[in-house]
C-alpha cells in the first residue's frame, strides 16, 4: 500500500456527467501533482501544487479543473468529458517540488 | 528525437539472473535521476534516486549514472518473479520556473522473470 491513497481506484462516466477524483496524503509534503497515464506509456504531467498554489499546467484543456484546498489533499474536478481521457490518473507528492516524487495506485477512469 | 531514450523491451530472464536497464539521455541539464517499477494496476513505486555519477546500491538494485556519456543503469541481481514489472526511468533538471518538479520520463520496459 502507499502512503498516497486516491479514490475511487475506477471510475465509469458519460460525457456529460461531473465527478471528481481525490488525493490524500499525510506525509506532510507540499507538492502535489496529477499525472495521466495512458496503456503502455509513461505518466504525463498535468498539474503541479506547491504549497496549495498552481504552480504548473501543462496546457490540460480546462475539462479537467485541479484544486487543493488543503496541504493533505488534492481534487481533479472532472466535467464534459470526451472518450480519448480514458486513462489511468495518477496523484504523487513530495517533501518540495525538488524532492522524489511518490504516487499513489491512481484511479482508472473510463468516458462511455 | 526524444529526450530521454528507454528500450519497452519486453525483456524476459531466468529467476536468478541479473538484469540490466538503461536510459540514454540528450539534455545536459539532467541532474537527478529516478527509477520507478511499475507493477500491473498500480501506480509506480519509487526504487533508487541519484544525483551525482557513480553507483549507488540498495539491496539487490544498483543505479548507475554516466553523465559523461548521458546514460543511466538499472542493475538487478538474483532477479525474482516478483520483479516482473515495467521499469521506468525518469529524470529532472535543476531549472526553477516552470520547469521546476518537472519529471521527465523513459517510454518504460517490461521486465518478465520466469522461474
Known amino acids: 500500500d502507499t502512503e498516497v491513497t486516491q479514490t475511487p481506484k475506477h471510475l465509469v462516466m458519460g460525457m456529460t456527467n461531473k465527478k471528481s477524483l481525490k488525493c490524500e496524503q499525510h506525509m506532510g509534503h507540499r507538492a502535489m501533482y496529477w499525472y495521466k497515464q495512458k496503456a503502455k506509456k509513461p505518466p504525463e504531467l498535468m498539474f503541479v501544487y506547491s504549497y496549495e498554489k498552481l504552480s504548473i499546467n501543462e496546457s490540460v484543456p480546462s475539462r479537467f479543473s485541479p484544486e487543493c484546498p488543503n496541504s493533505s489533499l488534492l481534487n481533479l474536478h472532472l466535467h464534459a468529458l470526451q472518450p480519448e481521457d480514458s486513462a489511468l490518473y495518477l496523484c504523487?507528492?513530495?517533501?518540495?517540488?525538488?524532492?522524489?516524487?511518490?504516487f499513489g495506485d491512481g484511479t482508472r477512469l473510463s468516458i462511455l | 528525437q526524444k529526450e530521454v531514450e528507454q528500450d519497452p523491451g519486453p525483456l524476459s530472464v531466468p529467476e536468478g539472473a541479473i538484469v540490466s536497464l538503461n536510459c540514454t539521455y540528450s539534455?545536459?541539464?539532467?541532474?537527478?535521476f529516478m527509477w520507478y517499477r511499475q507493477y500491473s494496476r498500480k501506480g509506480p513505486e519509487l526504487l533508487m534516486y541519484t544525483y551525482s555519477s557513480g553507483n549507488k546500491e540498495d539491496g539487490r538494485f544498483t543505479a548507475q549514472v554516466d553523465k559523461s556519456s548521458k546514460y543511466i543503469s538499472l542493475f538487478i541481481r538474483d532477479s525474482q518473479p516478483s520483479d516482473s514489472a515495467t521499469y521506468l526511468c525518469a529524470m529532472r533538471t535543476n531549472a526553477g520556473g516552470t520547469s521546476y518538479g518537472k519529471l521527465t520520463f523513459g517510454q518504460g520496459t517490461i521486465l518478465t522473470v520466469h522461474p
Open positions: 539534455n545536459s541539464a539532467f541532474q537527478y
Open positions: 504523487a507528492s513530495s517533501r518540495w517540488v525538488d524532492q522524489p516524487q511518490h
